[in-house]
Nanobody, 124 residues
């Protein structure tokens, strides 16, 4: 069973909104934080946003502050990423991830569990 399952990607126009969801069907007892990363073609995996599982503290990349909002539903083992005012440069494959590491890590290497990725394409 995959540790994390991401959904909600699609093709939209600039200025539109999308909501990504990440479900953890298995145990979450060792999750301290969950995050979203994105990877554009030919580029590395970049941090987008993170949230602590128990308290809900959040952190965002500068490029998405004020446009994206991360939230979690502990009863449903789900983390969501609401993306508003989308831009063509937001086009990427989006991955959700989880980590037992304390704090809000923003490096992909700090995350132990990963989802399969969901494509987000924003046309101009």
């Amino acid at each position: 069973q995959a540790p994390l399952v991401a959904s909600g990607g699609g093709l939209v126009q600039a200025g539109d909104s999308l909501r990504l969801s990440c479900n953890a069907p298995g145990r979450t007892s060792d999750f301290n934080a969950m995050a979203w990363f994105r990877q554009a073609p030919g580029k590395g995996r970049d941090f987008v946003a993170a949230i602590t599982w128990n308290v809900g503290t959040t952190d965002y990349a500068d490029s998405v502050k004020g446009r994206f909002a991360i939230s979690r539903d502990t009863a449903k083992n789900t983390v969501n990423l609401q993306m508003n005012s989308l831009k063509p440069e937001d086009t990427a494959v989006y991955f959700c991830a989880a980590t037992p590491t304390v704090g809000l890590p923003d490096r992909a290497g700090d995350y132990r569990y990963w989802g399969q990725g969901t494509q987000v394409t924003v046309s101009s």
